[in-house]
């Protein structure tokens, strides 16, 4: 597999509170790589600079080759290959959910409207919610409004599609539709990066974890049944105690 994400000595801070230090990271094509850590470490600042929706002090992020970096003009062209689905849905209330999830494809990547919607309505079916496409995001459930975003950002066919904790505003029993749209992304060959705190989806999706802790990233490792078993570090072992994931 081609290396498709590289991060190379990345530093991030806020004022003077360093959030990431040094962080050095590949990516594959079709990889899933999920990232953990404790609250605070770092895990979403560090993929809002992955998409250049923040911007960095020190370090390099390039995807495809191509550099990332906020502010410039051509940021929205790079965007279109790093899709992004966050944890508060950001679907636009006025418009129904096909409007939403063909928007950016019309009027970003000037796609034909029919050809769009075509692909739309496929995929809603894919995740079962075809019967859906014209509620308005006030009639959909939290999992439903998750998945309406994971099509959204899959329709703008990105080389690596970034999801940034994205069960944590669901209740508990709509956790489950959303993870099952993952697993399946996953094993369709989609490169992804995930932060998230469902230990047992980490486990059962992950092709590597990357531990971070404090900015840092303390253990990574593509032996995911050896790390959720025996960690090498003592923090993940302890990070891991306060878990169930069996």
Do not use: W
């Amino acid at each position: 597999m081609s290396e498709l994400l590289k991060v190379t000595h990345l530093h991030k801070e806020f004022g003077t509170n360093v959030v990431l230090k040094d962080i050095n990271l590949s990516v594959k094509k079709g990889e899933v790589v999920v990232i953990i850590g404790p609250s605070g470490c770092g895990k979403s600042t560090f993929l809002r600079c992955l998409n250049g929706l923040e911007d960095i002090q020190g370090g390099v992020i390039t995807v495809d080759g191509l550099p990332v970096e906020a502010g410039k003009r051509d940021i929205t062209k790079l965007r279109q290959k790093i899709g992004m689905v966050f944890q508060s849905y950001e679907l636009f209330p006025h418009m129904t959910v096909l409007e939403n999830i063909i928007l950016a494809p019309t009027k970003v990547q000037k796609r034909q409207k029919d050809e769009a919607v075509r692909e739309a309505l496929e995929l809603l079916d894919k995740v079962g919610l075809s019967d859906k496409k014209d509620y308005y995001p006030r009639q959909l459930s939290g999992g439903q409004k998750q998945r309406v975003a994971i099509v959204r950002a899959l329709l703008m066919h990105p080389e690596v599609i970034l999801f940034d904790e994205v069960t944590a505003a669901l209740d508990p029993e709509m956790v489950h539709e959303v993870l099952e749209t993952m697993i399946a992304l996953a094993k369709g060959g989609s490169t992804m990066l995930i932060v998230t705190h469902e230990m047992a989806f980490a486990k059962a999706v992950a092709d590597r974890i990357v531990f971070l802790d404090k900015g840092d990233i303390v253990e990574e490792t593509e032996d995911v049944a050896g790390f959720f078993n025996e960690p090498e570090t003592d923090r993940a072992k302890k990070f891991l105690k306060t878990f169930s994931y069996e």
